[in-house]
């Protein structure tokens, strides 16, 4: 029989769907931005750029790995929520000033990561 996973995980996964799908319209926007500007190709992006997409890759597959109980999918979620928090709060506080997107992300990471922390996470992974 198999295990029922607990709310806060299942949590998580939803947290981790969701800044994906806004961190994708964010980038959709920058892009679409710095093409009308005239930006010539992907050669030419910004290096503060290519952090904002690692994390976005990995979430989605983190979050489907749940299932699998897996303490490295625990770890992983962790240091991609860790990315997460450490970029949007650069950009937030250094960069470009506090935006709703950034603001948004940043809770939702930490929060991320409060659970993963939390013993029922520990729980939940341990195999």
């Given at each position: 029989m198999k295990a029922r996973m607990p709310g806060e995980i299942?949590?998580?996964?939803w947290i981790?769907?969701?800044?994906?799908?806004?961190?994708?319209?964010?980038?959709?926007?920058?892009?679409?931005?710095l093409f009308m500007s005239g930006m010539p190709g992907f050669g030419s992006l910004p290096w503060f750029f290519y952090p904002v997409i690692a994390?976005?890759?990995?979430?989605?597959?983190l979050s489907i790995g749940f299932r699998s109980r897996r303490q490295w999918v625990r770890r992983a979620s962790i240091g991609v929520e860790g990315v997460s928090i450490l970029e949007h709060g650069y950009s937030?506080?250094?960069?470009?000033?506090?935006?709703?997107?950034?603001?948004?992300?940043t809770?939702?990471?930490?929060?991320?990561?409060?659970?993963?922390?939390?013993?029922?996470?520990?729980?939940w992974f341990e195999r």
């Open positions: 299942r949590a998580v996964q981790m769907w969701i800044q994906t799908v806004l961190g994708a319209l964010e980038i959709l926007l920058v892009l679409a931005v994390p976005l890759v990995l979430m989605g597959p937030m506080f250094l960069m470009l000033g506090v935006s709703i997107p950034a603001l948004i992300n809770v939702l990471a930490v929060i991320a990561v409060a659970i993963l922390f939390g013993t029922g996470a520990t729980r």
